[in-house]
C-alpha cells in the first residue's frame, strides 16, 4: 500500500517537476526514466498516523478534482490525468507517463515483489521501458535495468526512494545506507558520462533528528564524488521527524518553480 501522507507529494512533486523540465530539453520530447522501487502501477493509501503531515496530499489531491487553472502545479496536473486518490494512488511511473507521455519514456523499474512486478508489465508492454522483478542493488550494475545505456540519447531521471536511511548495515532491504554510496556514485558517473542532461533525486522518510545530519553527509559524499551540484528539501512527518529530498544535476539547471508548491527548500 502507498503510504498517503505528504512523503508521497514531496517525492512525486519533485519527481514530476524535474521530468518535465528535463523532457522539455530533448527535440522529441523524450526521458530515461531508472527508477529503483516500482510500486504497483495503483495502490491504496494507508490510514494515516495521529499527527501525520497530510495537508499537501490532500490539497493536491482535492485540486485535482477541478479544472484546470492557469500556472497550476504539475503535480496536480499529474494526479488528474491519472484520477488519483487515496483509495487509488498512482506510482512513480504512471505520474510520468501522464506528464511526459508513455511512449516517450524509456529505462527500467526494478520492483522485488512479483504480484507488482507482474502488474508493471502489463502496464509497460509495448513501450521502452523494462521493469525487472530484482533489487535496485542488483539492476544499477552494468547491464541492469538502471544502469545508463550505452546508446542513451535523451535527458535521464534516477529516482530511488527507500524507506528511510542508515548509517551502518548493507543488507539488500528496503533502506538506503552508507554502503550504497560506491554503487549509486558508479551509476551516476554512467549517466554523466553520457553528456546527456540529467538528475538524481533521492528521498527518504520519516528520519528522525539525529539521523537527518548523517543523510545529509551521505548525499553531500555522493554529490561530491560524482562532480554534481545538489539541492535538498524536506516536508514534515511526524513529530520532529522529516521526509528529506536531495536533487544532484548534471548538465542542467532547476526549473523555475523549485522547489515545488509546500515544500521547503535547504535541510
Not at 494512488?89 to 529505462?107: C, F, I, K
Not at 542508515?166 to 532491504?173: K, L, M, T, V
Not at 540529467?198 to 560524482?226: E, H, I, K
Amino acid at each position: 500500500m502507498a503510504k498517503g501522507n505528504d512523503g508521497n507529494y514531496l517525492q512525486h512533486s519533485v519527481e514530476v517537476a524535474i521530468a518535465l523540465h528535463l523532457a522539455k530539453l530533448s527535440t522529441q520530447g523524450a526521458l530515461y526514466l531508472a527508477l529503483t522501487h516500482g510500486m504497483a502501477p495503483f495502490e491504496p493509501c494507508d490510514a494515516p498516523l495521529v499527527g501525520q503531515s497530510r495537508g499537501l496530499l490532500r490539497t493536491a489531491l482535492e485540486a485535482a478534482q477541478s479544472p484546470p487553472t492557469p500556472g497550476e502545479a504539475p503535480i496536480i496536473t499529474a494526479y488528474r490525468a491519472t484520477k488519483a486518490s487515496l483509495d487509488r494512488y498512482p506510482n512513480t511511473g504512471e505520474l510520468l507517463a501522464a506528464t511526459v507521455g508513455r511512449d516517450r519514456l524509456s529505462g527500467g523499474i526494478a520492483e522485488v515483489d512479483a504480484r507488482k512486478h507482474a502488474e508493471l508489465v502489463e502496464r509497460w508492454s509495448g513501450s521502452g521501458v523494462t521493469p525487472a522483478n530484482s533489487s535496485w542493488r542488483r539492476e544499477v550494475r552494468p547491464g541492469g535495468v538502471l544502469s545508463c545505456p550505452a546508446t542513451l540519447r535523451a535527458p535521464w531521471l534516477f529516482a530511488a526512494d527507500p524507506m528511510t536511511f542508515r548509517e551502518g548495515g548493507d543488507a539488500d532491504d528496503d533502506k538506503l545506507c552508507r554502503e550504497d554510496l560506491s554503487r549509486l556514485s558508479t551509476t551516476l558517473k554512467g549517466f554523466i558520462a553520457s553528456g546527456e542532461p540529467g538528475a538524481a533525486a533521492l528521498f527518504v522518510y520519516a528520519v528522525r533528528p539525529n539521523v537527518r545530519p548523517q543523510f545529509w553527509t551521505f548525499a553531500g559524499d555522493l554529490a561530491a564524488d560524482s562532480g554534481t551540484p545538489m539541492v535538498s528539501c524536506w516536508v514534515p512527518h511526524l513529530g520532529g521527524n522529516r521526509n528529506l529530498a536531495a536533487v544532484l544535476y548534471s548538465g542542467v539547471v532547476l526549473p523555475a518553480c523549485w522547489p515545488p508548491h509546500g515544500v521547503h527548500a535547504g535541510r
